[in-house]
């Protein structure tokens, strides 16, 4: 996951599901987001990149000061909730997807400090679980 960026650089992180690019970010400037808008999936407050087109934005972004971070181990940023419960106050604003898996939710979350503050509020590490990743 660790990748070279420039000092002062946003880290973005960025996960491949189902061969699109995922993220979800609040970019700075009308130029950036004109960029972006086009990506962008109003239901789902999240933007949405296919492949063939991802290192340009990777490009164009780390210009504006924001270095994409294509995440790895997608495993490690996910966490498990039972459905039909009450959910983290969190993880649907820092979620970049959600899928269901039996009787449980699993939120794949924006970062490492989303993924802490769900499990503080009840949720677990799909780690800490017997579950595969659904992303």
């Known amino acids: 996951m660790a990748e070279f960026r420039r000092a002062g650089d946003e880290q973005v992180n960025v996960f491949e599901v189902d061969e699109t690019y995922l993220f979800k970010h609040y970019f700075d400037g009308a130029e950036v987001f004109n960029r972006l808008k086009r990506y962008y999936n109003n239901q789902h407050y999240r933007f949405e990149v296919p492949p063939d087109e991802f290192q340009e934005l990777r490009s164009f972004l780390a210009d504006q000061g924001y270095g994409l971070v294509v995440v790895d181990a997608i495993e490690e940023f996910v966490v498990v909730v039972k459905k039909y419960t009450s959910h983290p106050e969190n ?43 659904p992303f």
Do not use: H, P, W
């Open 91 to 133: 993880i649907f604003k820092q979620s970049v997807i959600q899928r269901s898996v039996d009787d449980y939710n699993c939120f794949l979350m924006t970062d490492q400090v989303a993924v802490e503050q769900a499990c503080n509020d009840g949720a677990l590490r799909l780690t800490k679980t017997d579950f595969d990743s």
